[in-house]
């Protein structure tokens, strides 16, 4: 069975169905925190919560596809209290936001940890962050695995 390709267009927004320029502007009120629900959302802009649903993983204002950055850092860590806690406290500052974490159990003192991180709001540059994680206490290692532009 063959997999269909994903295909994206660039379309100026008076272009676009009613239904797809107010499903962009309930996420828009949903992620600025004006609107807390997605109900609250659909009324505002004057939609159908089934109609929001449809397209709300299909349409994406073009600046936030541009800035998503997704990349991968693997570490070796000492296997102690506070450590992780350090890295994402770290990571909170450089404003990079954690997808997801997977540790090793750890073995001779030492866990390996891999991190997938957002880092469209990154402070500084991913190299500089890694290089800052390295510096932590009780991490023994940090490297970029992959960057996902």
Same mark, same amino acid.
């Given at each position: 069975?063959?997999?269909?390709?994903?295909?994206?267009?660039?379309?100026?927004?008076?272009?676009?169905?009613?239904?797809?320029?107010?499903?962009?502007?309930?996420?828009?009120?949903?992620?600025?925190?004006?609107?807390?629900? /997605?109900?609250?959302?659909?009324?505002?802009?004057?939609?159908?919560?089934?109609?929001?649903?449809?397209?709300?993983?299909?349409?994406?204002?073009?600046?936030?596809?541009?800035?998503?950055?997704? /990349?991968?850092?693997?570490?070796?860590?000492?296997?102690?209290?506070? /450590? @992780?806690?350090?890295?994402?406290?770290? @990571?909170?500052?450089?404003?990079?936001?954690?997808?997801?974490?997977?540790?090793?159990?750890?073995?001779?003192? /030492?866990?390996?940890?891999?991190?997938? @991180?957002?880092?469209?709001?990154?402070?500084?540059?991913?190299?500089?962050?890694?290089?800052?994680?390295?510096?932590?206490?009780?991490?023994?290692?940090?490297? @970029?695995?992959?960057?996902?532009?």
């Amino acid at each position: 069975m063959s997999r269909r390709k994903e295909t994206y267009y660039l379309i100026r927004s008076d272009m676009l169905p009613e239904a797809i320029q107010k499903t962009v502007e309930a996420k828009a009120l949903l992620t600025s925190g004006e609107a807390p629900t /997605v109900q609250e959302a659909v009324e505002t802009v004057g939609m159908s919560r089934s109609s929001f649903y449809k397209y709300k993983d299909g349409v994406y204002p073009f600046n936030a596809l541009m800035k998503e950055k997704i /990349v991968t850092v693997a570490m070796t860590l000492d296997h102690r209290a506070g /450590v @992780l806690s350090s890295i994402l406290s770290y @990571l909170a500052m450089q404003k990079g936001n954690v997808l997801t974490i997977h540790q090793t159990i750890p073995l001779q003192g /030492v866990a390996g940890v891999t991190m997938s @991180l957002d880092t469209a709001q990154l402070v500084t540059d991913v190299t500089t962050m890694v290089e800052g994680l390295q510096e932590l206490d009780g991490v023994k290692g940090a490297s @970029l695995v992959s960057r996902g532009e």
